[in-house]
């Protein structure tokens, strides 16, 4: 059973506009939660983090929002910029420190 | 130059075949892993190991096995590779102690299995 969810395979944005993916999880032992970004012929890069114990982080055009009641985090990009364009992809760790768990990936286009 | 490197980063081979994607880093880390990727099924935890002496099964291990030579060196083997071995595969390093669990990737090693 799948416990890090990305449900939409892929998203069309234009450019300047807010990108926003999501992504659900089961685990409620999760205790970081990660987005990876990955282009073509590369390995996923890491892009931003939360912990469980906040519900907001911000990192320059990139913020990531927690609700941890809902079991939901997503992604938000702005503006939004062509080179952002790639498969994102939402991960979890449980506190026992064992591995991530990665979610399926969504597809990210941002057109000029 | 990467700081984990995955050879080969392409390879072709035949069903029955003996194959290993070899990967090293140069970041110190002693926690090691490796993944497959899959269109539509993200990244699956393939092993991992936490030490020289340590080596774990993820949650896909059949028909895989892995050795840990050295702490910069992590082997993954396909003893008799089957066409649904067919994927990119990436090798992945984490530092003890970093809190978020944060995993360094290497470039992807594609393996066509005909």
């Known amino acids: 059973d799948q416990q890090v969810k990305q449900n939409s395979p892929s998203l069309s944005v234009q450019e300047g506009r807010i990108s926003i993916l999501n992504c659900d999880y089961t685990?409620?032992?999760?205790?970081?939660f990660l987005w990876y970004k990955k282009y073509p012929a590369e390995g996923p890069t890491f892009l931003i983090s939360?912990?469980?114990?906040?519900d907001k982080n911000e990192d320059g055009r990139f913020t990531v929002f927690l609700n941890k009641s809902a079991k939901h985090l997503s992604l938000h990009i702005v503006p939004s910029q062509p080179g952002d364009s790639a498969v994102y992809f939402c991960?979890?760790?449980?506190?026992?420190?064992?591995?991530?768990?990665f979610g399926k990936g969504t597809s990210l286009l941002v057109t000029p | 130059d990467a700081d984990v490197t995955q050879t080969p980063r392409n390879r072709i081979t035949k069903t029955g075949k003996r194959i290993m994607l070899e990967c090293s880093q140069t970041?110190?880390?002693?926690?090691m892993y490796w993944y497959r990727q899959d269109p539509g099924l993200g990244l699956r935890l393939i092993y991992y190991?936490?030490?020289?002496?340590?080596?774990n099964k993820g949650e896909i291990s059949d028909g895989y096995s892995v050795s840990r030579q050295a702490q910069a060196k992590f082997s993954l083997s396909l003893e008799s590779a089957i066409p649904n071995q067919t994927a990119l595969y990436f090798c992945?390093?984490?530092?003890?102690?970093?809190?978020?669990?944060?995993?360094?990737f290497g470039e992807g090693s594609r393996l066509t299995v005909l």
């Open positions: 991960a979890a760790r449980e506190n026992s420190g064992y591995a991530l768990n």
């Open positions: 685990n409620s032992m999760f205790d970081y």
């Open positions: 992945a390093t984490s530092e003890v102690g970093r809190n978020t669990g944060e995993l360094f």
């Open positions: 970041k110190g880390h002693d926690r």
């Open positions: 939360i912990s469980s114990i906040k």
């Open positions: 190991s936490f030490d020289v002496k340590d080596i």
